[in-house]
C-alpha cells in the first residue's frame, strides 16, 4: 500500500545535510512536493526512468535518482514515497464528454442491462419517487448487447408501448450508449409534438412501424425533437437554479476523472455557454482537471466570433479552446455510422450522413483561416474518406498553413485505401482503446468479416502508416477509466475471451504514449505536458501496479493511488 511518510521529510534532509558536509551536494531552493523511491517512466528520451522528482510552483524542476532529489527536501515540502510503486505522466483522455460524465452520475445507469423488460421495470422503479411531469432519464442502454430482442420490435428496437404503461404522467428519454440514439415514451413525444406525420430531420432518422406509428426510437439528429420537448417542459426553472444544476454537473464530472487518473480531458463537443460554466468553475477553485475544448457551434457563428472563442492556457492551463468538434456520422449499433457499402444486416442501409459535406467544407475553411484545430467525428468507412477528403481539400487550398494537427474522432471503420492518407496528410487518429473490445463481439454482424478484418480498429496499420493515436473512453460511452482502455489497446481481448483481430495490438509502450504524450500533442500541447521533465507541468498519474510490466492478466487489477495536477494532490485513494 502506497502511504505517505511525514518522516520522510526530515529523513531526506538529514541526507541532504550529510551531502553537503560530504561535498557532494549543490545547495537549491526547496520543493514544494518530492515524489521519490518508484518507478517514474517519464516519456522523455532524455530520461526515459527515473526514481524521483521535485515539483516548484507547480512544474517539475528536476527528474532523475532519488538520492539526488532528495537535496530538494526543505522543513515544508511535501514528500511522497512511491514504495516502488509506478508514476506516470498524467493520463490524458483525448475524447469524452466531460457534462455528460456528470449527467450520468444524475440519470438512470443503463450500461448493465441485459434486456428491454429491465430498463422498463428500472423506470417503473423510477416513476414511483417521481412527481408528475418530472423527467426521467437514463443512459447507456445497447440493444446488440441484450441477451435476447425484444418482441415486438423493429431493426431490433422495442416499442414503447411497456415504457409508456409504466411511465403515464411522466416524460421518458433514454440515451443509447453511443449517445447517437435514444428511446422515448409516449408522454416525451406527446410534449415534442411527435405524430404519425413528423418527418425525418436531415441527417437523422424517427423509427417507425409498418403501419407508419413512432415506435419512440430516435437516431442521431432525430433525438433533438425529443431534446426540444424538453427543453420547453423545464421553462419553469429559473437561470440560478439552472446554473447550480450545471456547476453540480461539473462537480461530478471533475471528481469521477481525477479517481481514475485522469489530469487532462478533450471534451469532445460543446457551446460556448459550457466555456464559461468552465471558467466560472476554474475561478472559483473547483476544477483541478485540466480541460481542452472542442466547440461545436454553427458556422456562422463561428466565422463571427472566431477571434473570440479561442482561448489558450486559461487559469494557469486549465482550460484551452482551440478546437471546432463536427460530425459527419453517427454510430455502427444503431446503423448510423456511413459506409461505403451497405451494413451486413441492413441492406437497405449505408448509414447516415448528419452534416453535409458542404456545411464541413465551410467548417474546414473557417477553421484553417482562423487558426482552429478541427476534429470530425467520423465511425464509418464512407464517413472516414469524406474527412480526409475535406481534410486534403483545405490543406491543398492553404498551403502556408503548416502543422495544423487536424483530427478524426473514432476512426473505427476505415477502408485499406485511406489508412496511408492519415499518415501522409499528417491527421490524428482520435481512437478509443476500450471500443474496439467493447464491440467488437458484434462489429462482423454489422460489416461482414471481410471489411471488420481489413479496418476495424487498425491501430498497427495507422501507426505504421505514420498516424499519431490518441487514447480515451467517449465517456460517457464507455466508462471513464483508462485502465481498462490500455488494456484493450494492448490485448484486445472481448469479454467473451476471444481476441479482436489480435494483429492490430498497440505495444505497452505505444498504449501509454497513446494516453500521455500522444494525448499533450494532440492538443498541441507536448512542450508543457505528456512526459515528466524539467520544465513541464507536474501532472503525474501513480498507479498500484506497474501495467508495463506485470502480467497481462493482472492489468485491470491495477488501481490509481494518487492523481496530481499541477504538483497538487486532486486524489488519494
Same mark, same amino acid.
Given at each position: ?7 520522510? +521529510?526530515?529523513?531526506? /534532509?538529514?541526507?541532504?545535510?550529510? *551531502?553537503? !558536509? ?5 545547495? $537549491?531552493? %526547496? &520543493? ?21 522528482? +521535485?515539483?516548484?510552483? /507547480?512544474?517539475?524542476?528536476?527528474? *532523475?535518482? !532519488? ?5 530538494? $527536501?526543505? %522543513? &515544508? ?13 498524467g ?29 422498463? &421495470? ?44 409504466v411511465?403515464?404522467d ?9 449517445g ?32 407508419g ?15 426540444g ?5 423545464q ?66 457563428q ?42 451486413a ?9 448528419t ?18 484545430q ?6 464509418g ?18 498551403p ?70 490518441s ?103
Amino acid at each position: 500500500m502506497l502511504k505517505k511518510h511525514p518522516q520522510i +521529510a526530515a529523513i531526506l /534532509g538529514l541526507v541532504f545535510l550529510l *551531502g553537503l !558536509a560530504n561535498g557532494c551536494a549543490t545547495k $537549491v531552493e %526547496p &520543493a514544494d512536493l518530492v515524489v521519490t523511491n518508484g518507478k517514474i517512466v517519464t516519456m522523455d528520451t532524455v530520461l526515459p526512468q527515473a526514481e524521483a522528482l +521535485a515539483v516548484r510552483a /507547480g512544474k517539475i524542476v528536476e527528474v *532523475g535518482k !532519488a538520492k539526488t532529489i532528495g537535496r530538494y $527536501v526543505g %522543513p &515544508a515540502t511535501e514528500v511522497i514515497d512511491l514504495g516502488g510503486q509506478l508514476a506516470v505522466p498524467g493520463l490524458i483522455d483525448s475524447h469524452l464528454h466531460f457534462q455528460g460524465i456528470g449527467q450520468a452520475k444524475l440519470s438512470l445507469d443503463l450500461t448493465k442491462v441485459k434486456s428491454w423488460e429491465e430498463i422498463v &421495470a428500472m423506470v417503473a422503479e423510477a416513476v414511483k419517487t417521481a412527481k408528475p411531469g418530472d423527467w426521467i432519464t437514463g443512459r447507456g442502454w445497447h440493444q446488440e448487447k441484450w441477451t435476447q430482442r425484444p418482441e415486438p420490435n423493429v431493426n431490433g428496437l422495442p416499442l414503447h408501448d411497456a415504457l409508456s404503461k409504466v411511465s403515464p404522467d411522466n416524460p421518458v428519454v433514454l440515451t443509447h450508449a453511443s449517445g447517437h440514439s435514444s428511446l422515448a415514451n409516449a408522454k416525451a413525444m406527446a410534449l415534442a409534438g411527435i405524430t404519425a406525420k413528423t418527418p425525418n430531420p436531415s441527417g437523422g432518422e424517427i423509427i417507425k412501424d409498418a403501419k407508419g406509428r413512432p415506435i419512440g426510437a430516435f437516431l442521431e439528429t432525430a433525438q433533438g425533437l425529443i431534446r426540444g420537448g424538453r427543453s420547453r417542459g423545464q421553462t419553469t426553472r429559473t437561470p440560478a437554479e439552472i446554473e447550480a444544476q450545471q456547476m453540480k454537473v461539473i462537480e461530478l464530472a471533475n471528481q469521477e476523472c481525477l479517481s481514475k487518473g485522469l489530469t487532462s480531458v478533450h471534451d469532445a463537443g460543446v457551446g460556448w455557454g459550457a466555456v464559461e460554466l468552465y471558467k466560472k468553475a476554474i475561478d472559483a477553485g473547483t476544477l483541478g482537471l485540466r480541460l481542452n475544448v472542442m466547440l461545436s457551434t454553427g458556422n456562422k457563428q463561428l466565422q463571427e466570433k472566431a477571434a473570440e472563442y479561442r482561448l489558450i492556457g486559461y487559469g494557469a492551463d486549465h482550460l484551452t479552446v482551440r478546437s471546432i468538434k463536427r460530425l459527419i456520422d453517427g454510430a455502427l449499433g444503431s446503423h448510423g455510422a456511413w459506409l461505403l457499402e451497405p451494413y451486413a444486416d441492413l441492406a437497405t442501409s449505408s448509414g447516415l450522413n448528419t452534416d453535409s459535406i458542404e456545411d464541413l467544407k465551410e467548417t474546414a475553411r473557417i477553421a484553417i483561416e482562423n487558426g482552429f484545430q478541427l476534429g470530425v467525428h467520423a465511425i464509418g468507412d464512407r464517413a472516414n474518406r469524406e474527412t480526409l477528403n475535406i481534410y486534403e481539400e483545405a490543406m491543398k487550398a492553404h498551403p502556408d498553413k503548416k502543422d495544423i494537427r487536424w483530427r478524426v474522432e473514432h476512426a473505427q471503420h476505415i477502408s485499406s485505401a485511406d489508412v496511408p492518407r492519415f499518415g501522409g496528410l499528417g491527421v490524428i487518429a482520435a481512437m478509443q482503446g476500450i471500443h474496439c473490445t467493447s464491440d467488437g463481439p458484434w462489429v462482423p454482424m454489422k460489416l461482414g468479416a471481410k471489411r471488420a478484418e481489413e479496418g476495424a480498429y487498425v491501430w498497427r496499420k495507422l501507426i505504421s502508416s505514420g498516424a499519431v493515436i490518441s487514447n480515451g473512453t467517449d465517456a460517457p460511452v464507455e466508462d471513464v477509466d483508462p485502465i481498462p482502455s490500455f488494456y484493450a489497446s494492448v490485448t484486445r481481448k472481448m469479454k467473451n475471451g476471444e481476441t479482436f483481430y489480435p494483429d492490430q495490438k498497440m505495444t505497452r509502450d505505444e498504449a501509454l504514449r497513446s494516453y500521455t504524450l500522444n494525448g499533450a500533442y494532440a492538443a498541441f500541447e507536448e512542450n508543457i505536458k505528456g512526459s515528466l521533465a524539467a520544465g513541464k507541468l507536474a501532472d503525474i498519474t501513480v498507479l498500484s501496479k506497474d501495467i508495463l510490466t506485470c502480467p497481462e492478466e493482472e492489468i485491470l487489477s491495477a488501481q490509481i493511488v494518487y492523481t496530481i495536477v499541477g504538483g497538487k494532490i486532486l486524489y488519494k485513494k
